[in-house]
């Protein structure tokens, strides 16, 4: 799986198939045929070959409806030598990428098979493409748990690639090393222009963000500040709010997230009125009183079967950020 496409890139082989037809797919390491589903549709043949006996039971039944896949269990190396001289001739594309990735994944004892690979296929014709996944680990060192010695350096490919073609050239795009026939060079570069990732401006992105991360408070902090100013949950208006109902919790939620401290309550009713005065103060309990309109006789009466079930009359809601009331 690729650090920064998981599995083949469309754009990838889209740019491949402008003059090869590559009817033809052969990928060592299922995994989780994530890779092996999003290519189905698109080849005449499929081969996958996965070394895990539970990997591999796990993509034969996630493949069973696509009949032109085949699903083979056993070490790559091996599959693809016994596959290689049916394959001779056919424009294929290989997608090697059966390396240990530690979980669910066999191979430990011997984590990378590229190199006897890239033996097996033997002779790579020029309608024939071979891609290798992580190539990161390809180009510097692979990091723990991998054993580094375990997988060779990048001048070791170039070469074994070398003894099975002289007509392709070699590129490292996205994770992924590409090669292919010289004849498509054209077409390769112009999706590395076009898609390919700059790795710098990667690394000055995760900086950024790095830095970005560090100058925010932490939790503890805010509810610290909060606890001061008294706009926390648990004081002043919002523990009042708080143990009212639950409309009345989710006001005093958004009322701390929008930062208003005080609040007027116009036309509550007498109960929920002094309920709200004790969190609020003599003062804004003598405000709303005074602005309290004059009763209706129908809401001094049984509230009718219309409005069975709420407050007969409407709550209406002013809030004044920043001024006592």
């Excluded at 039971?57 to 091996?78: F, M, N, W, Y």
């Excluded at 010289?182 to 898609?195: F, K, L, P, S, T």
């Excluded at 710098?200 to 970005?212: E, I, K, S």
Aim: hydrophobic letters at 40%.
């Amino acid at each position: 799986m690729g650090a920064l496409h998981f599995g083949l890139d469309p754009r990838l082989l889209e740019a491949l198939r402008r003059q090869l037809p590559l009817r033809l797919f052969f990928e060592t390491g299922t995994f989780e045929a994530g890779t092996t589903t999003a290519v189905a549709p698109h080849f005449d043949r499929v081969w996958t070959v996965e070394l895990s006996p539970a990997l591999c039971d796990h993509a034969r039944q996630k493949l069973a409806t696509c009949k032109h896949v085949e699903v083979i269990h056993g070490s790559s190396p091996d599959i693809l030598r016994a596959r290689a001289p049916a394959l001779a001739s056919s424009s294929v594309l290989y997608w090697l990428d059966a390396h240990w990735c530690g979980g669910p994944t066999s191979g430990a004892a011997n984590e990378c098979a590229l190199l006897d690979e890239l033996a097996a296929i033997g002779n790579l014709n020029d309608s024939s493409v071979i891609l290798v996944d992580d190539a990161r680990y390809f180009i510097g060192p692979a990091p723990p748990p991998h054993k580094a010695d375990h997988w060779p350096a990048l001048l070791q490919i170039e070469t074994a690639l070398r003894r099975i073609s002289s007509q392709h050239g070699l590129w490292v795009i996205n994770d992924v090393m590409i090669y292919a026939p010289n004849r498509i060079a054209e077409d390769v570069i112009a999706y590395g222009r076009a898609h390919g990732i700059d790795l710098l401006r990667l690394a000055n992105a995760a900086r950024r963000n790095a830095q970005a991360d560090a100058a925010k408070p932490s939790p503890e902090t805010v509810k610290a500040h909060d606890a001061r100013s008294g706009h926390g949950l648990e004081q002043g208006l919002n523990a009042a709010l708080l143990g009212q109902d639950r409309s009345e919790r989710i006001f005093a939620f958004h009322a701390k997230r929008m930062g208003i401290t005080r609040l007027l309550d116009i036309g509550g009713t007498a109960v929920s009125s002094q309920r709200k005065s004790d969190g609020l103060g003599s003062t804004a309990s003598s405000t709303r009183s005074s602005l309290r309109g004059p009763r209706t006789k129908s809401c001094a009466r049984t509230p009718s079967p219309m409005c069975a079930g709420f407050r007969c009359r409407a709550k209406r809601w002013a809030a004044v950020k920043g001024r006592s009331i």
